[in-house]
């Protein structure tokens, strides 16, 4: 089935390119990459370099360039660097004639593919087949097999090795670049500027078909690399298999011992064995995680391709975050955002709580980073960064964005004043237990965390005496075009909420494990007040009214008083179309003009509005919205089925789900910053929007409720759940939902349809008519 | 004795201009204006109009021009209008040749002189000789004698009446232009756009010499004026005087009756006669007023120049505020801003009580448009305005400046965040009640402003439970460099002083006048627990602490962190010269450079501070202070005399008191727009240095202070003082500071001097060596 611009796909689990366009490089590179959560490997041709954003960027290896303010992933040597020539004319798609063309990337196992037949200016014709994948098998590694025919007869020359030539955006993160040659195998070893962390990339080969007639090894610059020889008749074909491993020593204490060893146990192995490791991890993954759509393809194939970038931004060998560009390349410092809990970590809570688990781990394990953030700002407790790397340390640099009129850098306050990133973090922890009912963890993490951010809270709200209340001030919402505002609804909301999550499971654990929470609150040195005040600012919290006639939520003090302009009117006020909308004076700032709307964000995670609160405020902020952000969308299509517009919600999923595949989000640039790269995030809410918002899935304190709407495009829906502790398979079609725990648990889980709650025994079924 | 630039000074008591200077067009017309507090005429020349800055501003007049933002006063038109021809060549110091010239101003009497000697182009010659006052007797008036001399013979004309083409910045304030004739009186009748203000503009003449050939009364456009022909022999000369009565609707009902019964009136009194009860007047002012400084003309004549333009700023005649332009143009909307209280009050409260009266009576009568202004951003009590008009409402636009790079608006803060302006009007009125201990007007008036005010602080301040304090958050200081800080130490210290004052006036109330103030409490709906706020928010406000080791005081939270740089490497970073260096992306937003130092400002006004903190917090903040404000160099001059920077302190008062006469600040324009005119605080500042800096006066509780640094300039010092009922006349020369009672009191007035105290009785004198 075609697809929009020159995407098809064949089985709705696939995407394939049928042409070339150059204008696409950064998109499509990122499109097609290749990604196991340790490593993200961009989808881009072998004899590539730079200067085509070729890039294999890997987790936890967070440094600060030479001369950069950011602290971000490296993007490490490229291991799978090939060029190959044909009577020394160089293969490349932008020279010659590309007769057949293909670039595709199974969805389902993780494998990209290339197949090319080139003839070369002077009239050399070769094949080219190509399949890499990075393993879910071993993390480290990257496997190729690089197959060529000749067309024509003549000298077929292959260079290949390691590329040290790297895309860095923000400057050189290696102070040395060391090469090593061993057993057949090619190595090289690198120390980062700052951190001095060493990262090894080793190479080895195994070429079948016949054996070249000369090989040389080579170092020109930072390409270190093989080159080899064969005379072809037509028609003869050569296959190259390339194992790379890349380990750093953050990691392990030797990575280039490490490396070796596992390149020389995989060329042993061979390509055929390692591809089916990798392939059975693939397909257990999508045993639970898969979501199948019935009579529409297109959304079938958006669907899977949104999971699969979610999923391999994701590491799940270890408590790291989930970067806001995954590993796609270094935007946004591969740090974790508010993202992580909103939009990310859901579709893992009710799919795979094992990853889950890691993710809500991983703010435990950055929780001192918090807790220091919060001491820098005069706070105590924890105030989460809000670019979150290895220690939780704030990474957001004091001026972010520059003004493209005067040059000069622009102070944005999402570091110090977007405090809701705290209370998120206690909403994924709850959203983990409450599915999961994981008390275990939240007895040795979860409570920590929760405590230390009601503890910031208290260190961050004001009384207001005279009004008997506490209000948040100075404040940025997820609506990022507005800092510096009150009583935003969205933070103090969460807020509220978290206070009330430590209250409850400060309650639980004084009558449960009344020993633990002495330890852990003589560990955390919790005041004896600090139940007290907790309950106290939950109750007295101010959270902005509802109005009783229009049922409107302000967004935060004073905001319905601004400029009411439309954000189509309000483009037309730039000077400059890349300017930044936000602070300190772009053009949103004093106008009602939306980056994405909080009250609606809001809507899309608490439940208990009315249906009167979420249809006003839908349609109140929805036409106010720019949707600036890549996380609007998904939310807007969520709450646009809370709010019975089922067309719009129809449209924004559209929007959402193509925000990287027809390359729908066109700013590669805002505020002067490379912003390129996969929007993990908007990827994770394609699985909310389904989920929560087609099928109307939420969890209630005693059990599950569904609402669902399916769109008119489609004629049915499965999907599993994993939720409190039991197993389900959710069937809908235009008739009717149809639920089926397959686990064989002891308890009946409480399922609630509209006005009615019944109950799902393990191994029964449910069928609710529509 | 020859000043700066082309001025000089024959005996201390006046100003000359020696020739003439195009390019000083504003700051001339500024310098030799004449005043009397109702009205200000611009010190130029009679045959000029709008191009050329003429203007004739009225108090009480505050009107929105057309498509304007701004509500500011009206320049009416100028009834002094006068054109002088020969043989049909027009008089002008453009063209012909100018043999004579001299402009001046007897600051003594208020009188504007100017002689001419012309060449017309064609050789004819002429002698003018002006006289100009506007009236302290009668302040409608306006009053000018016109004498010429025929140099050669010819045909003279004059052309004199009222020129209804004003200057008017920001649009035209008039939607009428009526003209009558009766009684040889010609008359101007205008209403204004918005208030639909009548402006009536009457004129009468009286020709001596001898009668004109012939004369003709015509409109042309805005020109309402009668031409008068004189064929002339040589050394013939013709006077012609004018009397102009200028009155408006707001202060009678029929403005162009009275005008032309004034005019009528004044015309048979003759020119002398009218000169006379003028000069009268001043010279009163001057025996309470006057500072003579021995042995330094120069600071002499600026001293008086400054005091002379601060009174001619000044409504003596009604309740009004002194704008921080005066009456000189425009600029500031012809309003009070925080400057009025401590710039320009304390020289009336120590000289002239019953002027100071009118001033803090000012603030009473605009106490609803305070509450106003604090209801309508969500507080309550009285939020005084920023920039302060006839009824107190806020005057201020939400956008003031514009960016000069982008050509956008920017959202400056001063209407909203300066809040200091309401315990400054209580500064105001408690230096007004220190010094006359009048219990009336506190009691009456003084009460309801200090308690709405400190309602105004409950409603503004919050408390921080955690540390069991109150704090204040999002400010902007007197240094407007920097919006949005939270506890900036002198809107803090002087919050608490304002409450602090009302707690004592309230037990004293409570006390001495309790069916006063049970009327009171009643009247302004005081909470019961009113008091008890007031005391606990004054007792747990949050005061910047003096750190104990360097003994600086933060000027807000934060400052220290913010970049360490001074002014003038600062500078270097401007793109544009005009730029606007604060919020929201100045060059100085993110650095420590001020726009005057607001902990040293504090130091100014309060008293208490030990010598280790006045010396290390002024020698921190000085080199960081940019002086953007004309306030600035007063303030300066006056802590470095408490610091023991003599030097400087005498640099930082002539800086001051030439800010004007030498041009010195060159800011005509700042962030786009037009800040020209007279600097009336700056003015002020001038008798606050020498009283309160040289002479070293402050007053306390039981008594008033000395600590004279008499600058090594100068030999001697002597000014009256008007405090706590007794009369004080102050001498200081280089060996002793000798104080004598003029009044025949009751009491002894307690003098603290170094550290002994002695009681100073009526009548008597007290010595103290140096």
Request: with cysteine; proline share 3%.
């Amino acid at each position: 089935m075609q697809l929009q611009n020159n995407i098809r796909t064949s089985s709705g689990w696939d995407i394939i390119e049928n042409s070339f366009d150059e204008a696409q490089l950064v998109t499509t590179g990122s499109n097609f990459m290749i990604g196991n959560g340790y490593l993200g490997y961009r989808g881009t041709f072998e004899e590539w370099g730079a200067k085509e954003y070729v890039a294999c960027v890997v987790t936890d290896t967070w440094d600060q360039a030479e001369g950069s303010r950011w602290s971000e992933l490296c993007n490490v040597p490229n291991g799978l660097f090939t060029e190959l020539r044909i009577n020394k004319e160089k293969l490349s798609i932008f020279e010659g004639e590309t007769t057949e063309y293909l670039r595709s990337l199974d969805l389902k196992h993780g494998i990209n593919q290339r197949k090319v037949t080139w003839t070369s200016p002077k009239g050399s014709q070769v094949q080219i087949q190509v399949e890499k994948f990075a393993s879910h098998d071993n993390h480290h590694l990257l496997v190729m097999r690089y197959a060529f025919k000749a067309l024509s007869a003549g000298m077929f020359q292959i260079t290949t090795g390691i590329d040290g030539e790297v895309w860095s955006i923000n400057g050189e993160h290696f102070k040395s670049f060391d090469t090593t040659e061993k057993d057949h195998l090619i190595a090289v070893q690198q120390h980062t500027y700052e951190m001095n962390t060493e990262i090894c990339v080793v190479e080895g080969i195994y070429i079948s078909g016949r054996q070249p007639e000369g090989s040389t090894l080579n170092k020109e610059g930072k390409r270190f690399f093989r080159e080899f020889q064969f005379d072809l008749q037509k028609d003869e074909e050569i296959v190259l298999e390339k194992v790379v491993s890349i380990i750093h020593s953050n990691e392990v204490e030797d990575p280039l011992g490490l490396a070796r060893d596992e390149v020389k146990q995989a060329l042993q192995l061979g390509y055929d064995e390692l591809k089916l490791a990798h392939k059975k991890h693939w397909e257990a993954f999508w045993e639970k995680s898969d979501i199948e759509i019935q009579g529409n393809l297109e959304a079938q194939v958006l669907t899977r391709f949104n999971i699969y970038q979610a999923y391999i931004a994701t590491p799940t060998h270890d408590n790291l975050p989930i970067g806001a560009r995954g590993l796609s390349c270094q935007v946004y410092q591969g740090a974790a955002f508010w993202d992580q809990e909103t939009f990310n970590l859901p579709m893992y809570v009710y799919t795979h709580p094992d990853i889950a688990q890691k993710l809500v781990a991983y703010r435990h394990d950055t929780l001192q980073g918090a807790k220091r953030k919060a001491k820098n700002l005069g706070y105590y407790g924890a105030f989460y960064a809000w670019t979150s790397g290895k220690t939780g340390d704030e990474l957001f640099p004091d001026f972010f964005f520059t003004d493209v009129l005067t040059g000069r850098p622009i102070r944005n306050h999402f570091n110090c004043w977007q405090i809701h990133v705290s209370p998120d973090v206690v909403y994924g922890i709850w959203l983990y237990y409450e599915a999961t009912l994981d008390w275990d963890f939240m007895v040795n993490q979860g409570a920590e965390i929760i405590f230390e951010v009601a503890q910031f809270l208290v260190s961050r709200v004001h009384f207001k005496k005279d009004k008997n209340r506490y209000e948040i001030i100075r404040l940025l919402g997820p609506d990022e075009y507005h800092e510096n505002v009150d009583n935003n609804a969205y933070t103090n909301y969460l807020s509220r909420y978290s206070l009330q999550k430590a209250c409850e499971v400060y309650q639980k654990l004084n009558k449960e494990n009344p020993k633990v929470l002495a330890a852990l609150s003589e560990k955390i040195e919790l005041p004896e007040t600090a139940y007290d005040s907790w309950k106290e600012i939950a109750d007295l919290l101010y959270i902005p009214e509802t109005h009783p006639e229009t049922h409107l939520i302000e967004q935060f003090d004073g905001y319905f008083k601004l400029e009411d302009i439309e954000p189509d009117a309000l483009r037309m006020r730039l000077i400059d179309p890349g300017e930044y909308w936000g602070w300190p004076n772009g053009i949103a700032v004093n106008t009602q003009v939306l980056k994405q709307a909080d009250v609606v964000q809001l809507m899309a995670m608490l439940e208990g509005f009315s249906q009167e609160e979420l249809t006003a405020n839908y349609e109140y902020y929805e036409p106010r919205t720019e949707h600036g952000s890549s996380l609007s969308p998904s939310v807007h299509a969520l709450v646009a089925c809370k709010a019975n517009h089922e067309e719009e919600a129809y449209r924004y999923f559209m929007e959402s789900a193509t925000i990287d595949l027809y390359n729908a989000s066109k700013k590669v640039l805002s505020g002067g910053s490379f912003l390129g790269g996969i929007h993990t995030a908007a990827a994770g809410g394609v699985w909310l929007i389904i989920v929560k918002g087609f099928a109307g899935f939420a969890v209630v304190d005693d059990g599950v409720r569904f609402n669902p709407k399916l769109p008119k495009e489609w004629e049915g829906l499965s999907f599993r759940l994993d939720i409190k502790q039991c197993e389900l398979l959710v069937n809908l079609d235009k008739d009717a939902l149809t639920l089926r725990r397959t686990d064989g648990g002891e308890h009946g889980l409480k399922v609630y349809f509209k006005e009615n709650a019944e109950l799902l025994k393990p191994k029964a079924s449910l069928v609710f008519k529509l």
